[in-house]
């Protein structure tokens, strides 16, 4: 069941969503104390941007090793920080692996953060890469998946990333500031930053 959320979001809705993660005990925010030292925390003061997202109840952390010689660990725990020994593609995100199940990716955008158009709605989104356990059964990771989705579904209305809002082809949620805004015709971005 791993996949991809997709969102519209507006400031006013970066405070709804930073409020569900930022309550929820079952999620922590890993951040960057470093380059290739991070730490995982149960709060967080600014959620957009690229935040990796661990369900601490889904299981530990892995430490990658180096290589052939350095086999993998788990990291003892992450509330305490560590040094990644293996990095990924991407320096600002801790590299857990392709699909390690505890963990999601959150990439939340809105028009004018950092630089970005001002006249554009990025689309933003939570991407899941879990895969099931060992034994075949899914992890409790797939639960918290379900639920996220469930709480997006009552809190935003789902639409088209082009065109007319509604229709067969909506595949995208739109949070509900984000919704006015792009109803008074702020334009959509079509796909996610990269």
Known sequence: MPGWLGFYAHEEDVHLLHQ??????????ILQEGPGR???????????G???LWHV???PLPLLGCGAGEPDTLIENPFAGWRERRAG???????FGPSWPSTLLLQLYTPGWRGLET????LSGLSFFGHPSESGAPSTAHGWWRRIRGWMRRHAVFITRSGPLEGPHADVWAMPAALRAIQA????????LT
């Open 20 to 29: 569900r993660l930022d309550e929820d005990p079952e999620i922590a925010f």
């Open 89 to 95: 593609l991407d320096p600002s995100m801790p590299y």
């Open 50 to 52: 690229k935040t990796m």
């Open 38 to 48: 991070w730490r995982a925390a149960e709060h967080i003061n600014e959620l957009q």
């Open 185 to 192: 015709g702020l334009e959509r971005n079509d796909f996610p």
């Open 57 to 59: 109840p889904g299981g």
């Open 119 to 122: 006249d554009l709605m990025p």
